[in-house]
């Protein structure tokens, strides 16, 4: 049996990391890509483990990416994410992940797809292709080649590197979005649902498309502080299968999926499940403080099943989105600050975040997310695969 040889580069972006693949390089036909993005991850895996593959065994380390030069007039390149579950053969393509895309302005500069300033910064437009979304990067150039190192630190990762800025234009407008509800900022025209869910009982959440579809609750809600750390959650299966019962029955209630059974199955990425309560001290998974007094607000979300060890990228525009907009769950605990930022405590440490929001009506629109992220190259070369 021969292996297949594929030029490919094993990026972190963010607080997640995965193997970023050219269009080119990989087959046309959607099923024959997927068999072989599962087997660089090493997906799946009954053990849970992925020994033989690339992915590291976390929702945040089962990642793929997919660039392309623009198919957009006002965009530089395509850019295609995938989660690709551990122990099931599916690579669900239905949301974007916000930490790597950091790293996609990093990964075009330097595989050839965008021309860059040989010093200062460079900004690569990209266009989401899952939610079909704009987002603009701002990445820093030193001598011709993409500037990683520096002393931006981001909790959650353990070295510093340089800052990279990100913009997410739109990120929650009424423009259609992949299977997002029909891409409505709100997909039920509520700032707050009562959701009766089976064994858990009515649960008060806000579902919002704002860079992936996202659920929030009260931490009460579920049983919670808001201070609760993998280690804390992860081991509780009972409790784990309470928070996916809320999570599929909000994915039906935002369009997303028919059934609560389909959306375990065929949508374990997106909608994600975050739940937040009112700012208090706690230990960070490091071992440092989190002082009450320096934070707005706790926050924690779900990915592929588990509690995240810091928070998504895209749960972070989220977070903002909400916490701009007066109604929901997040602005209820922490309505942003005047300077339109709010400040959030995770499990790893501590995330500010703003959004520009516009009330257009009895609409509201959310014009721009911005974050700050760090990407990094850990290797580059091919990926192994067999053929067959």
Known sequence: MSQLRIPAVYMRGGTSKGVFFLAE?????????????????????????????????????????????????????????????????????SGNCGNLSAAVGPFAISTGLVTAPPDGTATVRIWQANIRKKIVSHVPMTGGEVQELGDFRLDGVA?????????????????????????????????????????????????????????????????????????????????LARVESVRALGTVAMGDAATSAEATARRPHTPKLAFVGKPAGYTASDGRTVEAGSIDLLARIFSMGVLHHAMTGTGAVAIAAAAAIPGTVVHRVAPVGADGRVRFGHPSGTLKVGAEVQKDGNHWKVRKVLMSRSARRLMEGWVRVPAA
């Not at 390089?25 to 660089?40: G, K």
């Not at 380390?61 to 006002?74: E, G, M, N, R």
């Not at 009766?196 to 704002?210: C, H, R, S, W, Y």
């Open 25 to 93: 390089d990989l087959p046309s036909d959607p099923e024959a890509r997927d068999r072989i993005l599962m087997r660089v991850i090493g997906s799946p895996d009954r053990y849970g483990k992925h020994t033989d593959g690339m992915g590291g065994a976390t929702s945040s380390t089962s990642k793929v990416v997919i660039l392309s030069k623009s198919a957009h007039p006002d965009c530089d390149v395509d850019y295609l994410f995938g989660q690709v579950a551990i122990d099931q053969p599916l690579v669900d393509w």
């Open 159 to 239: 070295f510093p590197a340089a800052e990279v800025e990100l913009e997410f234009l739109d990120p929650a407008d009424d423009e259609g979005a992949q299977g997002a509800g029909g891409g409505a900022t709100f997909p039920t025209g509520n700032h707050i649902d009562l959701l009766d869910v089976p064994g858990v009982g009515k649960i008060e959440a806000t579902l919002i498309n704002a860079g992936n579809p996202t659920i929030f609750v009260d931490a009460a809600g579920l049983g919670l502080k808001g201070t609760e750390l993998q280690g804390d959650i992860n081991g509780d299966k009972a409790l």
